[in-house]
């Protein structure tokens, strides 16, 4: 079987496994979503025991490496008491909280300005953070999630073919550049759109 027969056979396969990269990501921007719009809010309080703590927190989350955060939810958490998929989706959600809560307080203090174009700027930001999670989702092959990067393993360990080493890879690299980057571009022309409006 040649390398281009194997990559499709194994196709679907890993299709499947990106398809966790993808439902990781988004549960991340969801959690972290939500706690950082709390953050973002606490901190346009006039009241300091509620705006320093959530500036507290927003620092911590902004300082916290997501892999050491996955690697300790993987070892204390129990796994039938939280997903493996869910430990990794809670990990990377930490750096959305530290994204969001500074980006909402920014939009959120442009649209109590009146400036609500400016205010819109955060929605193109918050997708293109999804794209960079979705990337970030593979560190989640480290602690046992069968997504793209574990069923590149996989792959590799089923044919015992060493010559697919770098086509596998190669080929992984390619399914998540084709579904970022089309987005992505999408995104840029979005902002951009928004930039003229906002000049004119």
Known sequence: ??????????????????????????????????????????????????????????????????IVFQFYLALMLPPDWVPTWLKAALALAVAVVGFTSDNLLIALRAWREGRHGAALLFVPSWASFLLIIVIASSTASIIGVGELVSRSNTVIAATADTSLLVPVYLYACLIFFCFCWPLMAGLRRVRAVLGERLGS
Do not use: D, H, K
Request: charged share 10%.
């Open 1 to 66: 079987m040649s390398t281009l027969q194997a990559l499709l056979a194994w196709t679907p396969f890993l299709l499947g496994g990106f398809a966790w990269n993808v439902a990781i990501a988004c549960a991340a921007m969801l959690l972290g979503t939500a706690a950082g719009a709390a953050l973002a809010r606490a901190r346009l309080s006039s009241a300091p025991w509620l705006r320093r703590p959530a500036e507290a927190a927003t620092e911590l989350s902004r300082n916290v490496p997501t």
